[in-house]
């Protein structure tokens, strides 16, 4: 009765998991099944891993039809076994498996080949597919175990990814599919533009939606403000293909000239069939200092558009470049690619294809990146080609595309739909149609996945229906619905290193690198003006490692930890004392010499001097002869008595070691912190972080070090708030920030233990205050509880 | 029995109990005996009792993902600093456990709370930092002395000098805080001796045999 379904999408095995968890209540079939189970697992997990990213055809009626099968064998043997589950979990394993299908459905690179339409996993697709099979493998085993109760969870659990791929991956279909189709399209709009201000990062996936396919490129790290807008649009008509480049300068930029040209054909700058022209603008500014302190980038771009043969149903082309030079950068980024698409046969149907550059101001540096989107659309009644416009350049949603087209509908559907009552003869936007298409047929398929799965579970429990109803639509709303991400002309290996002043003084300084060109930062350096740049690699030497490892011991623990305190946890000191020649390596620090501007750390750092002092035994001898005098003057002794007991210190100072190796301790470790506020101080102060914030990240950073280290994890986790903030000023991912800042290796413990550990010595720990209050009354500390202001916020305590 | 006492039970309580709802009430209860026995404390065990409540707001944040429980132990953290801020060694002994407490939460803090708690832990380091640099100085200076009374007490005819130097190195370190220390110099001559290496028993003893 062992009915395998292998889902190449999901990865799931669906049956072979009901069996497994259907057997655990009866012993005679789990011992014969799991066997089979585990060993058929097993060898199709190791087969299915060695395909992860075949190349596979779509074929719906198929794919519709295993997953019937797949619920029926979830009902069936759930219902014959007698497994069940609790409602609630159901309902998250199914909502759960939604998300990681649709993940995986997006994640999918469809193409249309001759016939068919062809799917392979890209690399972020791979990964969560494997994730996932893994993860419901080794959760299979562990309900088999008796290690915990899973019922039918994980058989629904693949059910969802099953929907979820099919619907992540729906939009990708039918982009693709529609290319396999005879085309009706001879219109084209293309708009390049540059520089279009946005505060955000990328482009969100989601605007790009209305526009079908879209492609990203990688994002870079430049120098200079928002120069503004350039378009250029490309309208076919007719045969004949319109070309007009516009600028619009940014908001505030006053003091740059925007020259234009556009070099083809004859007046009205059209091209006829197989004539190629090109349209170029650039931006020089005449006063370099109106657009960003000095640095003053030029760009220049040039479309080039063939027109091969519109009315054949051929194919046009668009060759581009960009080129944004300034006076800080020694190797310039510069990026070109060129894109085909087809037209189709017709000389009024509708197609639309938009470039986007962008470029933003990130503080110190900017961000450059370009968007390409594409969509064959319906053919309109229209018979003309969209007008061409420029986008606006103070679109307040900044994280939504510039539109080609004037007066286009928002990507929701606006009201020149036709539903909406607007008039398809004269909407001018080919997209418009194209969207309302998408949606129904969206709706359609949602839909009918939904329905398949309600169905199912209602033979399983009707009060599972409603709730599970609720979960699904969740899901499906909040999931966008969008195309595939490829890169597939851009030129990557062009920009690899980016280099910026960031302090300003004048010399390059620091690299951002982006090793893979995938379009984030994946590492920053010291940047120092090579001999010979490797421009494909950006690669100008390693990150400094900073790691001092799981330090655990900090100055002011060992005078105060309480006896009978645990051995671990929060305060104790490490028994093994600091290596200063391990723990503190000169070589690991090389980042000295490419940040001159951080200041001399204090003379007495925490006391260092004074322990340094106290380590030499001749200055300590030299100083207790010195109280000697003192005592032996106050209390009479004479002089004889005196140099007895002072020819008595020196062998007691010898025997008593525990003086200068406390004070040596004391030494290393303060080295240990200033070694961590310094090399802190230097990567945070060049990021621009405020002094209060810094302080506190040096403190953490030596919490982290002092605890005996926490997991990355838990650090990137505590730190979110500054990598997040940091991150989006310079374009990395907040974990990646964690780990430049914040070194603080691979550690086992994590956050909750620390906190447990911490709470445990706390509470466990010897009643100090009632010591302090019994053995040393004098002392103040009674100020209630109006004190606070003065411990938290600006004038915090301990600055004063 | 003390809200200390009790406190000092609490986590073998806490991880002795059988549902997440009894770990809770036990947290809840030792909470509210705390916020009692602060208002009734006087001197540092008030900075003693705010540690205690604010880790007991800590566990509290960890175990039940308790956003508000996460502000209080920052509020308790900082009440705890409050008392501890006018003495060197209450300082270097709360002010690290004070900032571990508020740091082991913050990430349950909304951002705008993140920040300042940052910022603060920043002051507090600096506070700490001077505090230390204090205490440290005023140790060293009482080992010194220290040292004299051990050289002194094992020379015949010093006996005077050196209980005045052991009168002066246990002022010291109670000055500091190392209230053992203290006590050890206060009690008798093995007691300081005892303090600088306690694996040499009879050190006052040697020191006059080598001396002679």
Known sequence: MGLFIYDRFSGSFASGVVLAQATGDSSQLRTVLSGTVVLFSVGVLVFALTRAFKQMPIRPVFD????????????????????SSSTQLLIWAVAAGLVVGAIQGRGLEVSAGTERVWARRSSLGAAVWGVSLIGMQIAGFANRAG??????????????????????????????????????????????????PFTGGNVSPASAQAAGEWVRGPGRILGGTPIGNFQVSLGASGGVVNLVIAENPATGATGGTLPNSVDFGAPPETLGPNETGTASASVTPSDPGAFNAGYGPSVQVIAEVNNVDVNNGLAASVKWSCKIDNDFCDVPPASS????????????DGATATFSWRVQQCGDACKVEWVYTWQEAAPPTTTTAAATTTASADDDDTSVLPLPVAGEPGQEGGGDSPEAGGSSVTDPDPRTQGQIDIDRTQAARQAAAGLLVLVALGLVNLAEVLPLFGAFERVSGDTPIISSHRVPTYDGGEIGVIVVDANHDGVADTAYVDVDQDGVIDRVEPWTTPESPDVGTGSHGTFEALDHGAVSEFPGALPTVPDGEPETGFFTPDPNPIDAESGIDASETPAEAVEPRVAPPPQDFLGRDTADTIASTATAMQQAGEDLDALASDVGVPDEVRERVRERIKPAAERLESIRETAERARDAVDWA??????????????????????????LRGMFGWVGGIAQDAATNYLAPVTGSIGRVLGMEPDKVAEELFPVGDFGTQLGDMVVTGAENIKGGANYGGQLSDNAGTIPGDAGNTGLDDIFGPNAWGRQ | MSFIENDQELMAKVAAARSPVEKLALLATSALE?????????????????????????????????????????????????????????IVYYVPRAAALCACVLDHLDSGLQALVMDTMGGWMHGYGKALERVASQTAD?????????????????????????ERASAGYRAVGDFDTFLAASSDDKGLVGKFDPNMPGLAARLAKDGE
Not at chain 1, 677 to 699: F, H, K, M, Q, S
Request: proline share 1%; net charge negative.
């Open chain 2, 34 to 90: 705390g916020e009692a026995a602060m208002r009734n404390a006087v001197g540092m065990e008030r900075a003693e009792i705010a540690l205690r409540v604010g880790a007991t707001h800590a566990v509290m944040t960890s175990e039940t993902d308790n956003d508000e429980a996460a502000e209080d132990t920052v509020l308790w953290a900082g009440r705890c600093v409050d008392v501890a801020r006018h003495f060197d060694a209450a």
């Open chain 1, 337 to 348: 690619g060129s894109v085909s698409f087809s037209l189709g046969a017709g000389s009024s």
């Open chain 2, 142 to 166: 009482a080992d010194l002395v220290a040292l004299v009374a051990l050289a002194a007490q094992a020379t015949e005819g010093a006996d005077d000098l050196a209980s005045q130097a052991r």
């Open chain 1, 64 to 83: 519709y039809l295993r997953l019937g099968l797949q619920i029926a064998g979830v009902v069936i043997m759930a219902v014959v076994v007698g497994v």
């Open chain 1, 674 to 699: 200033k070694d961590i506020g310094d090399d802190t101080e230097r990567r945070l102060a060049r990021l621009g972080v405020p002094r209060g914030l810094r302080d506190g990240i040096v403190w």
């Open chain 1, 147 to 196: 290690i915990v109760v899973l019922g039918q969870t994980m058989a629904w659990f693949a059910v969802g990814i099953t929907v979820g791929a099919m619907i992540g991956r729906s939009e990708n279909v039918r982009t693709a599919r529609r290319s396999i189709k005879p085309a009706a399209v001879a219109a084209a709009v293309v708009v390049l533009t540059l520089g279009a």
